[in-house]
């Protein structure tokens, strides 16, 4: 009954008429029928009896003349696709595969993709074998690295991580904009107390000469290295010029020995003067009277008085 029921309705659909190429009624013809989606096609061939399904497949199989009508016919579903005789799936499976290893990418494509690894000719072991050396070259840098990696003390004193380590980075950099902003507000308040131009002129910061010319703070420090280098070069014409060492002391320009610290030698000098003061004091205390000079006859006057 479901059969005569869905024969009625292809009748009604597609008429009595038969294909020319097939002989088949038009509503059984697949080459007459609807393509695959409309509503005839799908929902006909699904609700068809097996027995119908064969006899169909059958009356296009008997029709050489076009062998790409039965494909067409046992690719609109399933049961008619288990239908289809063994040696037209053959050549359908070897179509498949033909156009499947026609559409496939190159070995080329394959190695820009990333797909294929290693070079061409070289063995799937072999490469496989590269990978995971490389693998492990790559595991044994970054352990290494990592070995080396500063700790986190090392960081926060290089200044690289900021904070405490539980503190969260949203409060540390809150916290820096507000140092920021102190800082700011420091440096604005020492810009305003700062000393004007007359006040470091008078304190000699800044050269007269140079602020009065009104030259640069540039050129004004070229001039003053300038000025230094002619005095050095003054300087060490002097020094190639003055006397040696040994013409000084020879003058009595320099007292002692050479390498002897100058306050050595005027604590020498000290002592000499202060032991010849001495003996000139001893020596005048021992001296004789003048009455003992008149008596041995080394005085013939008595000195008047002063």
Do not use: W
Not at 197 to 212: E, N, P, T, W
């Amino acid at each position: 009954p479901l059969c005569s029921r869905v024969l009625s309705s292809l009748k009604e659909v597609r008429g009595t008429s038969k294909c020319q190429y097939t002989a088949a009624p038009t509503s059984l013809c697949c080459c007459c029928m609807d393509p695959p989606g409309s509503s005839v096609d799908e929902a006909s061939m699904s609700e068809l009896p097996c027995d119908v399904l064969e006899v169909l497949v059958r009356t296009l199989g008997s029709q050489p003349r076009r062998p790409e009508a039965l494909v067409a016919l046992t690719s609109t579903c399933h049961n008619l696709y288990t239908l289809r005789p063994g040696q037209l799936q053959k050549e359908s499976a070897r179509d498949t595969v033909s156009h499947t290893l026609a559409l496939r990418p190159s070995t080329g494509d394959l190695r820009g993709k990333g797909l294929l690894k290693g070079l061409p000719g070289m063995s799937p072991r072999l490469v496989e074998m590269q990978q995971v050396l490389q693998k492990e070259m790559r595991k044994n840098a970054v352990t290494h690295s990592l070995e080396k990696r500063p700790s986190q003390g090392e960081l926060q004193q290089r200044g690289i991580i900021k904070g405490s380590p539980r503190m969260s980075p949203r409060l540390v950099e809150a916290r820096e904009t507000l140092q920021r902003e102190m800082t700011k507000d420091a440096m604005t308040a020492s810009l305003e107390k700062r000393p004007s131009v007359s006040q470091l002129l008078d304190k000699r910061i800044i050269k007269g000469s140079a602020a009065d010319k009104g030259l640069s703070s540039r050129v004004a420090v070229g001039c003053e290295l300038l000025q230094r280098q002619m005095l050095k070069d003054a300087m060490d014409n002097s020094l190639q010029r003055r006397p040696s060492f040994e013409q000084l002391k020879s003058r009595g320009i320099i007292k002692g020995s050479f390498g002897v610290s100058a306050r050595l030698t005027e604590a020498t000098e000290l002592l000499q003067r202060e032991m010849t003061k001495g003996l000139v004091m001893h020596a005048l205390e021992a001296r004789p009277s003048a009455d003992e000079l008149l008596d041995r006859g080394i005085l013939r006057h008595r000195l008047p008085s002063v």
